[in-house]
């Protein structure tokens, strides 16, 4: 349970201190929403806005779901440390990308173009939006857009042994960007101008970097911790098995010894 918990501070982090890519994809979308609705209406704008983020969010857990069952083979087939490794040139590739730096991820999001073209007509269907149910429908569909982060979220939920871990990792991102996305439709230019800035975008990077670094250690040094104890214990062996078998047999004689006393 704790690693859960940790994996998912990881996955909160990584969509909030991200947003401002989110924004860049979903912001735009959520504007659309919002122009569609009554600006009179303020109830009716927030409960259309919540079940659009909710659709988009539970969309995240399903393919967390999906990850976690794909990867729960792959580690019992011993793929795990090559998933995390994976999982930190993503990392490192988000890092790059939200800074300008390198725009190799956009092809990544390119492969994902086939699966968006057959999704995007029905998201259609729902446009414009005026009912919650509509709006449901709609983020849950939105949530496949092809999008960098996402994979990079999806590729860290390929390290976690089984759909319950990669769901639990997906919402925990879906919620860390909730806050930027859910603003971006009612205070759309100042949380832009914000969240878009080179420091936000350069503290989001850094701490990406930093992930990456995390994994790369939890992965590798762990290993290294882990083959380490393992030759110990087996030098170790044969002294333990003699001391254990002492201890045994002296056990053994001294409640003869104590009844002969008497």
Not at 16 to 26: D, E, I, K
Not at 36 to 53: D, F, G, H, P, V
Not at 166 to 174: H, K, Q, T, V
Request: charged share 10%; with cysteine.
């Amino acid at each position: 349970m704790p690693t859960d918990f940790a994996s998912f501070l990881v996955a909160l982090s990584l969509g909030f201190f991200s947003s401002s890519h989110c924004l860049a994809m979903c912001g735009g979308i959520m504007g659309a929403l919002t122009m569609a609705i009554e600006k009179a209406s303020a109830t009716k704008r927030l409960r259309i806005i919540l079940a659009y983020n909710l659709g988009r969010i539970a969309s995240y857990c399903l393919m967390g779901a999906l990850a976690g069952l794909f990867a729960e083979g792959l580690i019992a087939m011993g793929a795990g440390p090559a998933l995390r490794l994976l999982a930190a040139v993503l990392l490192v590739a988000m890092a790059l990308y939200i800074t300008d730096l390198w725009r190799g991820l956009t092809r990544l999001e390119r492969a994902g173009q086939w699966l968006w073209r057959w999704v995007q007509p029905f998201g259609k269907r729902f446009m414009p939006v005026r009912s919650v149910p509509a709006a449901l429908a709609l983020g849950g569909l939105w949530g496949w857009l092809p999008c960098g982060l996402v994979y990079t979220a999806l590729s860290y939920a390929l390290t976690q042994p089984g759909p319950g871990s990669g769901a639990l990792f997906m919402l925990g991102f879906g919620l860390g960007t909730l806050p930027a996305v859910a603003l971006a439709a009612t205070l759309a230019e100042p949380v832009l101008r914000a969240i878009r800035s080179r420091w936000v975008r350069g503290g989001a990077a850094l701490l990406l970097l930093l992930f990456a670094a995390w994994t790369v250690y939890g992965t590798l040094g762990g290993d290294h911790a882990h083959h380490q104890h393992q030759h110990s214990t087996e030098e170790s062996g044969p002294e333990h098995t003699s001391s254990s078998e002492q201890a045994s047999s002296a056990s053994s004689h001294e409640p003869h010894s104590h009844h002969h006393h008497h």
